[in-house]
């Protein structure tokens, strides 16, 4: 069974940075992709960023080039740096893997989400 522990949620003020952190443990085999994802009340929950086995990313167009999605392979832990963050960017976020267990059994896991409050 493959879980995942987010952290490095809080507070900031508008224009200030965070990184959150997603480490997966369990019996992984490979990992195809490890993302971020957001909720803010009343919304749903929309992509932020992802990572793929290869290294490529993708980022919703609201958070390109302000926030960063980066990975450490030999950790199975995936960051994502936030920089000038807007009040707008306030939300729980989550973080998703999905990938290979051993013995072929797929994955694919939700973290408990951190909150994530920018104020203005």
């Known amino acids: 069974q493959v879980s995942l522990v987010e952290a490095g949620g809080g507070v900031v003020q508008a224009g200030g940075s965070l990184r959150l952190s997603c480490a997966a443990s369990?019996?992984?085999?490979?990992?195809?992709?490890m993302g971020w994802y957001r909720q803010a009340p009343g919304k749903q929950r929309e992509l932020v960023a992802e990572?793929?086995?290869?290294?490529?990313?993708n980022y919703a167009d609201s958070v390109k080039d302000r926030f960063t999605i980066s990975r450490d392979n030999g950790k199975n832990t995936v960051y994502l740096q936030m920089n000038s963050l807007k009040a707008e960017d306030t939300a729980v976020y989550y973080c998703k893997s999905s990938g290979i267990q051993h013995f072929g059994v797929p994955y694919d896991v939700w973290g408990q989400g951190t909150q994530v409050t920018v104020s203005s």
């Open positions: 369990g019996r992984i085999r490979r990992i195809n992709v």
């Open positions: 990572i793929l086995s290869g290294g490529s990313t």
